[in-house]
């Protein structure tokens, strides 16, 4: 049952849905007002971006013999997709979320980014990072930073976040994934952009 539960949250908080994740709760936060059709197809595009559009490249990848499994367990078949990956978040920020638009989205996501090229460097350099540890540890610190920005009490949703930051640590363990060392990196590989970026928005 508990061997159940704790793969079930490796994928409820998979990476992929994080962003979306971050987004929102943004326009769920936000007190400015904003179109209900302009939230409506900036998170369709990112939806299709961020979750459909890799996994149809990671099936092609499957395809061609690139990648063996979803979890990736090795750095050399971390580089690839990771690469695709950090021409998606680009895309997104020249296309769907520049900077003259929602300036805390772009920051959210130049931070993704950030983080995607780290983590890419160091598969280059054979080096594994918990991605599922940096997409958590991103929105976490997204959602501090809003709380402050917005001036709303969150404590409640931190609370949970806390919770469930946790519980992926705790899978990704239990699925022998990761080793202690490769969680902690890649909480600090997904927090630190952020909260570095703050200070450009904040």
Not at 113 to 129: D, E, G, H
Not at 148 to 163: C, D, E, P, Q, V
Request: proline residues 4%; contains cysteine.
């Amino acid at each position: 049952m508990i061997d159940k539960i704790l793969k079930s949250i490796s994928f409820v908080f998979h990476p992929l849905i994080m962003p979306v994740l971050g987004v929102i709760f943004y326009f769920s936060k936000s007190p400015r007002f904003i179109p209900q059709e302009i939230i409506q197809a900036k998170l369709l595009s990112l939806g299709i971006l961020t979750i459909i559009l890799p996994v149809l490249l990671y099936f092609l990848l499957k395809t061609l013999g690139k990648v063996k499994s979803i979890y990736m367990p090795t750095s050399e078949e971390r580089i690839l997709p990771l690469a695709l990956n950090c021409i998606v978040v680009i895309v997104i920020l020249q296309r769907i979320l520049t900077a003259n638009q929602i300036v805390e989205l772009y920051y959210f996501f130049l931070g993704i980014l950030i983080s995607t090229m780290t983590c890419l460097m160091l598969a280059v350099f054979k080096i594994k990072a918990s991605i599922h540890m940096i997409g958590i540890s991103g929105v976490f610190m997204f959602f501090i930073a809003l709380s402050i920005h917005f001036s709303i009490n969150i404590n409640g949703t931190l609370a949970i976040m806390s919770i469930i930051t946790g519980a992926v640590a705790t899978s990704r363990l239990h699925a022998n994934a990761h080793t202690n060392v490769e969680l902690i990196l890649g909480f600090l590989v997904g927090m630190f952009p952020q909260l570095i970026l703050v200070t450009y928005w904040l």
